[in-house]
């Protein structure tokens, strides 16, 4: 099925970075024309007075937290985990599925297409992804059989998991592992001679906070980087979130290693972690670097725009440097570079004849985003941009909202379910 956005300013995230006055056709799942097309399509959306971007990647996330919103605000980390630990000891199958279909619907409504997600039950997760129509990156966590809730062993189940979830173009699996605190050597080894026999890829924790950091070293006499490259763990097949707490000579081995971060600083400022990633470094360094939301517990919401915004200002401010992570750096680091990180840029990630059509279609007509010019368009997006401003959203060419109304499933009664859901779990 065809369909034309019309008459929108695309920013494609193209190799120059263009932004395009014009449009975009789409058949079925691929973009196949951008510019000024003189065709017509079954489908059109009028986009004029919009961005047409590429949708959002959020490269860390745990998106059955949505049901856990709320529970633990204002507490550092090591107080947040025992109290999400014991509301995830009650969690059923059919929780997780309602929580990650709630978060699904928040992620369509701003624009973000693709996430990357690290939970276990992630059949559960993958169920949501494939009702909703979004793309989804899925991990199933591992960590030592001691620290787990999961039922039986959370290896197996990954492997499992990985095994089962095949040519799906909107399910990718993968492997995850909790972190160092609570993932041993032997944990993290068979973790990627899962993923490597498998040809899968890893997703962990790595060096959040301070106190994760010391407690490591003083257990092995190395920091946790230094660790997992000793070991043997870090490559290219690793998405590290966090990597908040690192020195200048861990940036270099995770440049050498190929490994990619997420970058979550609205979670770390949530959580006082006190360290500001060295974004600027790693990105000088070579290492690819995403922006990632983290768990609605430690954000609380999925909104790319608010954690575009927050990224620049947190560099900015710390740095006492205006120039530091601008708006361009920032939107790359929400789109193509995320791409990147999951080694699927040349599938998503940018607007691209060829590529896969997931898009988000963002109103530039709100009060809060007037007056604005084609040449400011980004700055735009990242400084005044909302989640809110988005009218239409679309992954694999199949459009998941559009003005204003989610498509694939019934927004009132997902987001009913989750509300009696959270009552069970918190009344019980
Ligand atoms: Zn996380």
Known sequence: MSLLLRGGLVVTQDEKRRVVSGDVLLDDERIVAVGDIDRSAENVIDCSGCAV????????????????????????????LPKASAIDAKLTRRDVQIGALLGCVEMIRSGTTSFHDLFYWEDEVARAVRESGMRGFLS???????????HGSPLKNADAFVAKQKDDPLVTPSVGVQGVYVASEETYAKAKEIADR??????????ETRGEVEAH???????????????????????????????????????????????????????????????????????????????PISNNGMDVFADMKIAALLHKSTRWDARIMPAQTVLDLATIHAARALHVEREIGSIEVG??????????????????????????????????????????GKVLMAGG????????????????????LFEA
């Open 355 to 396: 590529k896969r059509a997931d898009l988000a279609v963002v109103s530039l007509k709100g009060a809060h985003t007037t007056p604005f010019y084609p040449e400011s368009v980004i700055r735009h997006l990242v400084y005044s941009g909302r989640g809110s401003d988005v009218q239409a959203t679309i992954v694999d």
């Open 140 to 150: 199933w966590v591992t960590l030592d059989e001691a620290f787990t809730t999961q």
């Open 198 to 207: 498998r040809d899968v890829r890893l997703h962990t924790h790595l060096s």
């Open 217 to 295: 070293r003083k257990k092995t006499g190395l920091r946790p980087v230094e660790w997992l490259e000793k070991i043997g763990f870090l490559g290219e097949r690793v998405t590290a979130a966090h990597c908040t707490w690192i020195t200048m000579n861990e940036v270099r081995a995770l440049a050498r290693c190929g490994v990619s971060v997420a970058h979550c600083p609205v979670s770390n400022m949530k959580l006082a972690s006190g360290g500001v990633a060295p974004v600027p470094e790693m990105l000088e360094a070579g290492v690819i670097v995403g922006l990632g939301t983290d768990s």
């Open 53 to 80: 971007l590429p949708g959002f990647i959020n490269l860390h996330q745990h998106v059955a937290n949505t049901l856990l919103r709320g529970v633990a605000d204002d507490v550092p980390l090591e107080e947040m």
């Open 405 to 424: 109304v989610v498509r694939t499933v019934d927004e009132s009664d997902v987001i009913a379910r989750a509300q009696e859901t959270a009552r069970e």
